[in-house]
């Protein structure tokens, strides 16, 4: 650009501080295409009220640079103006998208933003009611997948999928929870809940900590987990690492009878894994990922305060006493007890259904040659 030019668009700015938009588009028109400040010119233009060619320059603009955040946001708001609402929230989010990518934007960057945000979010509420007014007419309720599927839509929710920590099972359902009627041994188990109770508050009553749930180990770095060595999560293991643990198992032979409904996993050093879990009062275990998508956890909460529940993935789920909760722990999961109390329940793995007999043969056998090679993974919760 030569020297005639620069001056030429400076003082085309000089105009637009006037607001005067006439005049900085005849100076803008002295120059050739290739030396033209087309965001400036779709300013001069908004100014001149010309809206057929302050598009056009925009369009220029975002030909030369497709993610030029002021352009976009211009366009929205040209867009939001000529009542396209649809438009106009497709170069205001674009514009978002892109700012979340950009470091070091300036105040007025920041004052478009805010516009562009304020306009995506009065288009949402406009759509989800547009939405919600369209399943009411046609008798559908936003129950189940259906509602999860919109309120992913809706940007209530976020996607979640499986993220095993060890090892991924490919082909299994995205399911974040199953449902106790699912599985017909676990009547069974429900069944036997006061008795287990009252070996629970037999063992509870010599007020002894029970071991920490992640413990650090010599032999592994040590894990990243704030309740490392803590008993405010606590377990009393009645099947570990395969092995039964003779002395918990004896003093609770109704828990170890109800145990025996569950199709758990057999596998040389890893499962059977069954322990009562403990969480005192005020504790929260932080988001993380189990080690393997090939199990489902299971709960049976014997012991359970108000303010106690478990979020798996993008679905909350208060634990209530004597019904169990079953989920997929490879999804990002947490739990928290704010209440006063200690909350306890009893918890197992379980072979996923949706895995064949075969599959669960060659599953056992790649999970004991690994621990052949390099050992069992270890659980840092």
Request: aromatic content about 8%; proline content about 6%; hydrophobic content about 40%.
């Amino acid at each position: 650009m030569d020297a005639a030019a620069a001056n030429i668009i400076n003082n085309a700015r000089v105009a637009l501080q006037r607001r005067e938009g006439g005049h900085a588009r005849r100076l803008l028109a002295e120059l050739a295409d290739s030396d033209t400040p087309w965001l400036l010119l779709a300013q001069a233009c908004n100014l001149d009220g010309d809206v057929a060619a302050e598009e056009i320059a925009l369009n220029r603009q975002l030909e030369l640079e497709p993610r030029n955040l002021p352009a976009l946001i211009l366009s929205g708001e040209l867009k939001a103006r000529a009542g396209d609402d649809r438009a106009a929230n497709a170069f205001f989010q674009a514009a978002l998208n892109q700012a979340a990518a950009t470091p070091n934007l300036s105040a007025a960057l920041h004052a478009m933003l805010d516009r562009a945000r304020q306009f995506v979010d009065q288009v949402r509420v406009k759509f989800e009611q547009h939405l919600l007014e369209g399943l009411n007419q046609a008798g559908l309720t936003r129950d189940g997948r259906v509602g999860s599927a919109v309120d992913m839509l809706l940007g209530r929710k976020q996607l979640y999928l499986q993220q095993p920590s060890s090892f991924y099972f490919p082909g299994l359902p995205q399911r974040q929870f199953y449902e106790r009627d699912e599985f017909s041994w676990l009547a069974e188990v429900e069944q036997a809940v006061p008795e287990m109770q009252v070996e629970l508050r037999t063992i509870l009553a010599e007020g002894q900590d029970f071991a920490p749930y992640v413990e650090s180990s010599s032999e592994r770095p040590r894990a990243a987990n704030p309740l490392i060595n803590d008993p405010s999560w606590g377990a009393y293991y009645f099947w570990r690492n395969g092995k039964i643990v003779p002395e918990n198992a004896t003093r609770c032979p109704v828990t170890i009878k109800a145990l025996e409904h569950a199709p758990m996993p057999l596998i040389d050093e890893r499962s059977p894994v069954a322990l009562w879990s403990l969480l005192k009062p005020g504790t929260h275990i932080q988001p993380h990922h189990g080690m393997l998508n090939t199990r489902l956890i299971c709960h049976i909460p014997l012991i359970v305060p108000k303010d106690c529940a478990i979020r798996v993935g993008n679905e909350t789920r208060a634990w209530r006493e004597g019904e169990a909760l079953i989920f997929d722990d490879s999804f990002e999961h947490e739990a928290w007890n704010k209440s006063g109390d200690t909350r306890v329940i009893l918890l197992f793995e379980i072979w996923r259904p949706e895995i064949s007999l075969e599959e669960r043969a060659a599953l056992t056998k790649i999970f004991e040659t690994i621990n052949d090679y390099q050992g069992v993974p270890e659980d840092a919760g």
